[in-house]
């Protein structure tokens, strides 16, 4: 058998249910693997080895005592900080929330539980999923295993390094502007921006509630089905929940692996082709390779024009940062985390500016006080209100697009990783990233980025992403299409993470 | 709608950030005010689409009230919910003075 560590999910869970392996030997693997690499990678905040444990043994006992186990029973799973754990730290990357611990858990933490699925620990952010780097954590910069000097992507950049160097074979991610899709993609997984609303929100920090979503990390497509299979459905707790059940993705996933795309109709977005500059010449070779092989898989291939994406940057960058400014007024120094100046003299008004002072990161005060600007009385009309009419436009866009094809195509991102520190300095550098990704995340419509290549324009080997749109509540087509192409893909060059390069570990030697 | 390039002064970064209640230091403002003038730049170009007669989106999807049934049910413990609280006083969350000395 193979190492353990080096299995996908379902591999894992097929392991563990015929007997070959427990799920504490599979549980000990990754957490020896998180001791050996994470003092390079630093993805994860906070790991529960005890709780991972327990969470294990508990699965083995039931297997012992003949009792049925869901499909991913035993498999090792990444959190991103961002969603509440009962009893274990949580502080969404940012200061202000050092030490607390959630008295609840979120939906989907619940739903990962249930499926006994094991909690490894909680992955680094953006400070509240904030930034495309996940340099913008309080605590720690998150290297790509592919090229420690590289970022992985962010806001969810814990969850797709620990996917990629093989710490654990799922994870889970929040995507509000492309902060699964754009990691994924700079690390060489599978990453999945589920139909806004399939996945509960309750109990996730919130950053823009009209646009975080949750979905899955995987180093297939057929294990990020399984787990978004386990998160999805509809949660009471949560207005913004869609009432009805989502398609079988996982079926959608299977079907998908057959390889064939005869009579599915294909849209390449004009306006995401770099036909204007800015795309690194690598990311385009790619695309293009990609659009070729769904060409061959089957796939009638035409352009589709989308004119309002050409304002989706402009109209995230103002709808998120407006509703982060009131969000984020939650943290106010007097129900949860940090306090500062509460000294007998100052005033509530000035504790609190003191501790949000303190408490939040640079791009946070910027959002903040972009999103504070954009509500004014005065320019709301010019600045918000205008965001959400071309919203409307976007939408529309994709409405009519989807009248003419099954799926939409494009490149995740312009770029591939870039280095730690290169583009920290410049927002708008960093807001870019998201170019290909947020018109899905203003539209609310299902996104999946799957590997699509390897460049080395930028030095050494980095990988590619392909993202694959599909209109609301048809998540199972993102699947479909994007097992077939995953399929071609890896017969025609092997998994794209055999390429990846062994990591230094700390006993010395490289894994 | 017109979108002329906006300016932002440092005067009006300070007065944002007071609105926000962020206590800024003045090489934060000094940062922040060219930076936000950058971001401000770029993202008013939404000011570009005729839009005049285009209904805006809130959420991508429709939104109603959702009422639960009106059932008791469990609610968090006291100790649990003060266990997270930066300060506690008599079981409540102790809260700094709201009034200055003179109002």
Request: negative net charge; aromatic residues 6%; charged residues 20%.
């Amino acid at each position: 058998m193979a190492n353990l560590i080096d299995l996908d999910a379902a591999q894992t869970a097929a392991v563990i249910a015929s007997g070959q392996a427990s799920a504490v030997e599979v549980t000990s693997a990754a957490l020896d693997r998180i001791s050996e690499v994470d003092d390079q990678l630093r993805a994860f905040l906070h790991v529960d080895r005890d709780g991972a444990l327990a969470a294990a043994a508990a699965v083995d006992e039931r297997r012992a005592a003949g009792e049925p186990l869901g499909p991913l029973a035993g498999v090792p799973l990444a959190m991103k900080d961002v969603v509440v754990t009962k009893g274990l730290p949580t502080t969404s990357g940012s200061k202000i929330l050092q030490g607390w611990i959630p008295p609840y858990d979120a939906t989907i933490t619940q739903r990962v539980r249930d499926a006994g699925i094991v909690m490894l620990g909680k992955t680094n952010m953006d400070e509240f999923a904030m930034g495309s780097s996940t340099e913008n954590s309080a605590y720690q910069v998150t290297r790509n295993p592919w090229d420690l000097s590289r970022v992985p992507g962010g806001s969810s950049g814990g969850s797709s390094a620990a996917v990629a160097a093989f710490q654990a074979p799922l994870a889970i991610g929040t995507d509000t502007g492309g902060s699964i899709r754009q990691p994924a993609a700079v690390t060489g997984i599978v990453g999945h921006k589920p139909t806004y609303g399939a996945v509960s929100r309750y109990g996730l920090i919130a950053f823009s509630s009209s646009l975080d979503q949750a979905g899955p990390f995987g180093r297939s497509v057929l294990d990020a089905a399984l787990l978004h299979e386990v998160i999805a459905g509809h949660d009471p707790a949560d207005s913004t929940s869609i009432p009805q059940a989502g398609p079988d993705v996982v079926a959608a996933a299977r079907a998908g692996a057959q390889a064939d795309l005869r009579g599915l109709k294909v849209g390449i977005v004009t306006e995401l082709t770099g036909a204007g500059g800015g795309y690194q010449a690598g990311v385009l070779d790619s695309f293009r390779q990609s659009v070729a092989i769904l060409a061959e898989l089957g796939a009638e291939i035409v352009e589709v024009s989308c004119p309002h994406f050409d304002y989706a940057l402009a109209a995230y960058y103002l709808i998120a940062p407006s509703e982060c400014s009131s969000n984020l007024a939650r943290f106010d120094a007097v129900r949860y985390g940090l306090r500062v100046g509460d000294d007998g003299n100052h005033s509530l008004e000035e504790v609190m500016s003191l501790t949000r002072e303190q408490g939040f990161g640079p791009e946070v005060k910027r959002r903040i006080m972009i999103g504070t600007y954009a509500l004014s009385s005065g320019y709301y009309d010019a600045y918000y209100g205008q965001a959400q009419k071309v919203r409307t436009l976007i939408v529309r866009d994709f409405t009519a697009a989807f009248e003419q094809v099954d799926v939409l195509v494009s490149p995740t991102s312009p770029f591939v990783a870039f280095e730690v520190g290169e583009r920290v300095a410049d927002p708008m550098a960093m807001y870019v990233n998201d170019l290909c990704t947020l018109p899905a995340s203003l539209a609310g419509t299902p996104a999946i980025s799957v590997p699509c290549g390897i460049t080395t324009e930028a030095g050494p080997p980095l990988p590619v992403g392909l993202q694959i749109m599909a209109p609301a509540m048809a998540d199972d087509r993102c699947y479909r299409v994007a097992a077939a192409f995953e399929t071609a893909y890896n017969s025609k060059n092997g998994h794209i993470l055999q390429g990846i390069p062994a990591i230094p570990t700390a006993t010395g030697g490289l894994r | 709608m017109s979108a002329e390039r906006p300016t932002l002064t440092r005067d009006e970064v300070a007065h944002l950030a007071r609105l926000a209640r962020l206590e800024v230091t003045a090489a934060e403002l000094d940062l922040f005010a060219g930076q936000l003038e950058v971001i401000l730049g770029s993202i008013a170009r939404v000011g570009e689409v005729a839009a005049a007669d285009i209904e805006p989106t809130s959420h991508a999807v429709p939104l109603q009230n959702v009422l639960r049934p009106d059932r008791i049910a469990a609610s968090l413990p006291r100790e649990a919910v003060l266990a997270g609280a930066p300060s506690v006083e008599d079981d409540r969350f102790r809260v700094p003075q709201i009034l200055g000395e003179e109002e």
